[in-house]
């Protein structure tokens, strides 16, 4: 059972740069999200989704895409990378439901742009 | 909307003392949910508890306990005779009913334990 996993685990990319970080699970879960991590800022939700062709936005979702076309897959697309975007960035999942249901994160990618 | 506010950043302890992590949270939902994560240094998240707002039992798991409380918007965690291992950071984070599983968490409290 792999879990939640994110591709790639780590990047490097240059300002005006485009690139996708992807995420998968293989636990039939409903939802899946986006977070980024920033030093002292604990984490903040990006984009989520709550099945297959429906998504919506978090708290920071400005210069970040998102599709969800499978149950399983969940990319994360930075159109024009900026400095800013700079962090480590977590995909999570979980089953749908409202009692509150644990919700599973992948390792982590950390990105940065020069 | 929903918030979670870990006041301490850094908390050094030496081995074998206990260390409390404070939590305090903000929702106007009457049904919520409660997380705890554990980030060591190797990056990933780790899940260590989940409680939801109808149950104000305190809980133990091993070294590890956490005290909930209503009255004062509070669940906070404590280890017990801490090691090492338990050097990482630690966030607290809140999930309201309906809302689609999305968190807010606090800013974490990094714990380092000097052997």
């Known amino acids: 059972n792999a879990g939640v996993t994110q591709t790639p685990k780590f990047q490097v990319l240059k300002t005006g740069q485009s690139m996708t970080l992807q995420c998968a699970q293989d636990?039939?879960?409903?939802?899946m999200s986006w977070y980024r991590q920033d030093p002292g800022m604990g984490l903040r939700l990006i984009h989520y989704?709550?099945?297959?062709?429906?998504?919506d936005q978090g708290e920071v979702p400005n210069g970040y895409n998102v599709s969800r076309s499978t149950t399983e897959d969940f990319p994360l697309r930075l159109l024009s990378a900026a400095p800013s975007q700079t962090s480590v960035y977590f995909c999570?999942?979980?089953?749908?439901?409202?009692?509150?249901?644990?919700?599973?994160f992948g390792e982590g990618s950390w990105l940065t742009v020069v | 909307a929903q918030k979670v506010t870990q006041a301490q950043t850094e908390i050094s302890v030496v081995e074998k003392e206990d260390v409390t992590l404070d939590c305090v949270y903000e929702?106007?939902?009457?049904?919520?949910?409660l997380f705890w994560y554990k980030q060591p240094p190797s990056g990933e998240l780790v899940f260590l508890i989940r409680?939801?707002?109808?149950?104000?039992q305190n809980e133990i798991s091993g070294r590890y306990s956490w005290n909930f409380q209503k009255s004062t918007s509070s669940f906070n965690f404590t280890i017990t005779a801490s090691q090492v291992v338990d050097s990482a950071v630690y966030f607290c984070?809140?999930?309201?009913?309906?809302?689609?599983?999305?968190?807010?968490f606090g800013k974490g409290n990094q714990v380092v334990v000097i052997p």
């Open positions: 999570a999942s979980s089953f749908s439901g409202t009692d509150g249901n644990t919700i599973y």
């Open positions: 636990m039939n879960h409903e939802y």
């Open positions: 989704s709550v099945g297959a062709g429906i998504t």
């Open positions: 929702t106007r939902d009457t049904t919520y949910y």
């Open positions: 409680r939801n707002s109808f149950d104000e």
């Open positions: 984070a809140l999930s309201e009913a309906g809302g689609n599983n999305r968190l807010a």
